[in-house]
């Protein structure tokens, strides 16, 4: 299957990266595979591209798409199905020391919204998983156990904390009485739970209700906070000295974790900035894509 997710910031990335031929790049969240495919195109034979996704349907993609660029030229493509906190050990995995160029896109790819059957959009009746993995073992946390089984304090608490929703308060009481009737099981259950503990002025505002309390279920279920802080660690162990990584974030919360990393690096002389503010989006970009409005870019240089 074709992907329908639309790269963001593309050229931002690519020209802030300036990858050279003979380079090893790492993308940390190939997706709809756009960033990897510009690598792609800047690298020579000698180059190498590793792509990480802990979705399949990403990798199956890339197999299909890359395979003709790999046939063409020598590049070399690794694909591994993985969570980017774990990139030292696919690095380790495929014997690579040190890599020149990294990207992290953050977030979910529009192909997961559409299609993954994981509950991430409050548009579509699907279960309650939304775990990026497209394999969840039975350990793994999902959205239906954080609603159906956690203590109203703690809901509300994610909800305020990684939602910045302002009625925390109403839909965590809202979703304990509704599960006391029977368990939460769906997107759609849960969005008639919020609407129905929200005023109704706040249903015909600039974002749908559910938008908030969604985003935190799926930040809380995969730990998003905790993984880009300890992956973003990984991969500037990982560069190589004066080796470059991009990073794309789309809301304040994760935005806030990648600038005072760059800042703590920038601080002990380990990495200068290459861009001061953030890139963001053009108004073209955003006109041809909505989706990209909150992206904002950051990209550091590793010290020799
Ligand atoms: C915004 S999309 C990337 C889009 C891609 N750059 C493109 O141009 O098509 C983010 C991807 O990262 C993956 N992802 C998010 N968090 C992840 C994590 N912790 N480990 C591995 N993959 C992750 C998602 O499954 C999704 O496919």
Known sequence: ?????????????????????????????????GH?????????????LV???????????????????????????ILEKSNFKDLDKVLEKHEIKKVDRIIFDLGLSTDEIESSGRGFSFRRDEPLIMT????????DLTAREIVNSW???????????????????KIAAGIVRAREIRPIETTFELVEIIKSNTPRAYHFGRIHPATRTFQALRMTVNDEVGVLTVSLEKA??????GGRM?????????????????KKLKEAERAILINKKPIIPTDAEVENNP?????????????N
């Not at 931002?12 to 300036?18: K, S, T």
């Not at 990403?58 to 070399?76: D, G, N």
């Not at 500037?236 to 000295?241: R, V």
């Open 1 to 33: 299957m074709n992907t329908v997710h639309k790269t963001v910031l593309l050229h931002e990335v690519i020209d802030g990266l300036a990858i050279k031929e003979d380079e090893t790049v790492l993308d940390a969240t190939l997706g709809g595979g």
């Open 291 to 303: 989706k990209s409005r909150s992206a904002k870019l950051r990209i550091i240089e590793k010290i």
């Open 151 to 169: 203590d109203q304090e703690n809901i509300e608490t994610i909800i305020k904390a990684y939602g910045e929703e302002r009625y925390a308060r």
């Open 236 to 241: 500037f162990e990982a560069l190589s000295p």
């Open 36 to 48: 990897s495919k510009a690598a792609l195109a800047r690298l020579g034979h000698t180059g190498k």
């Open 51 to 77: 792509a990480l996704d802990a979705d399949n349907a990403a990798l199956e993609r890339a197999e299909v798409t890359f395979k003709e660029v790999a046939k063409k030229s020598s590049i070399k493509i």
């Open 132 to 139: 990026f993995s497209s394999d969840p073992t039975e350990e």
């Open 246 to 262: 991009a990073v794309i974030s789309f809301h304040s919360i994760e935005d806030r974790i990648v600038k005072f990393y760059f």
